[in-house]
């Protein structure tokens, strides 16, 4: 299984491309149907700002697990002119373009982690899905018996 994977988003492509490699490894480390959606749709959404405001940046994707939890982060990143006020774009309803405003918050909601910085010159969105490890004792075969 590959560990880490980046991918660049420089078109529309890239956004499907970015969607489909973080659905893949979330299945890989054992997220469910529901989880994978989830993420897959907020890579979607931070690309697609990418491409929107910045033209082009990275998606990184990456196994972040550790022996307690079974992590997935993605970082996405550009060298865009940033986000003027992180608080208002974390509100539903506001939106520098004119959308719906449901983007970021709407991202923030779908995933368990979610950290964001931006200055001009670097937007950093930082998301993960966790799960809890199942415990060793669970993976005893059915009529076993313990000591």
């Given at each position: ?19 489909e490699v973080g659905r893949e490894m979330a299945r890989e480390l054992g997220f469910g149907l ?51 006020d992180i608080n208002k774009a974390l509100q539903f309803g506001y939106s520098t373009s004119g ?49």
């Amino acid at each position: 299984m590959v560990t880490e994977k980046l991918v660049r988003i420089e078109d529309e492509m890239d956004i499907v491309a970015a969607r489909e490699v973080g659905r893949e490894m979330a299945r890989e480390l054992g997220f469910g149907l529901v989880d994978q959606t989830r993420l897959a749709t907020a890579i979607s959404e931070l690309t697609r700002n990418v491409i929107q405001y910045a033209g082009k940046g990275i998606c990184m994707i990456r196994d972040a697990s550790d022996s307690s939890y079974i992590r997935i982060q993605v970082v996405v990143e550009d060298n865009g002119p940033g986000i003027p006020d992180i608080n208002k774009a974390l509100q539903f309803g506001y939106s520098t373009s004119g959308g719906l405003g449901a983007g970021l918050p709407g991202t923030k909601q779908l995933v368990h982690e979610f950290q964001i910085v931006s200055h001009p010159g670097l937007t950093r969105v930082t998301i993960a899905m966790v799960r809890a490890r199942v415990p060793e004792e669970s993976h005893i075969p059915v009529g076993t018996q313990r000591a």
